[in-house]
């Protein structure tokens, strides 16, 4: 049996990317949290192939097999984050909703505040024959419909965030993360004056420019 398939998980800062190669050539890369769990999955479900920590290798056979777990992956996570049901529900063009699937995909399955740089990155690397207009297009769909917001920090950073709901985030410039902030800390920091950009209706966004941790 040869093991010409090679599954890679590569992760650099905050991005990550699962890199299936035959030999030397690269035939796809997934990327994200999905990426993650593809991988995640599979070792799970694999534990007979041989492996190491970010590695496993496949014969050509147990590559369609693969192919078929990450499709039923896929639809078992769009399922559950209801993402066919909403755009269904706020019916969008024919056209634009393979790009809003997309996006609404990466952001939902995603457990922090997505970067917009990060997820454009995502966009591009998987779809070579779109440009960031179409990227704009599907992102202003999805906020026009309610279905994510963004947020813009003070520094200009844009971050995505699957709860459209107003609510106060907290964040950290140095490390250009945003996190949600529960209303107790919302109080102690309108207490203490600390530097506070309101957002109009969406919510405060706090930032903190030193390092703490
Ligand atoms: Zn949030």
Request: proline share 2%.
């Amino acid at each position: 049996m040869n093991n010409n398939y090679k599954l890679t998980l590569i992760k650099k800062s905050n991005q990550t990317c699962l890199q299936l190669r035959y030999k030397t050539q690269v035939v796809r890369n997934w990327y994200g949290r999905f990426a993650e769990l593809i991988f995640s999955n599979t070792l799970n479900i694999k534990q007979a192939y041989t492996q190491n920590q970010h590695s496993l290798y496949f014969t050509k056979y147990q590559i369609q097999s693969l192919f078929t777990e990450i499709t039923c992956l896929y639809q078992f996570i769009n399922y559950q984050l209801k993402i066919d049901k909403d755009l269904v529900l706020e019916n969008f063009p024919n056209k634009t909703c393979h790009v809003a699937e997309y996006l609404l995909f990466q952001i939902r399955i995603n457990p922090i505040h997505m970067a917009h740089d990060d997820l454009l990155f995502y966009f591009l690397e998987e779809h070579n024959h779109y440009d960031i207009s179409i990227f704009d297009k599907g992102i202003n769909l999805l906020v026009g419909n309610n279905l994510i917001q963004m947020i813009i920090t003070d520094d200009g950073e844009q971050f995505f965030d699957k709860n459209s709901k107003p609510h106060d985030h907290i964040y950290f410039k140095e490390h250009k993360t945003l996190v949600d902030c529960s209303s107790e800390i919302s109080n102690m920091f309108s207490g203490i004056k600390l530097v506070n950009q309101p957002i109009q209706k969406l919510g405060n966004v706090y930032t903190i420019n030193n390092e703490i941790f």
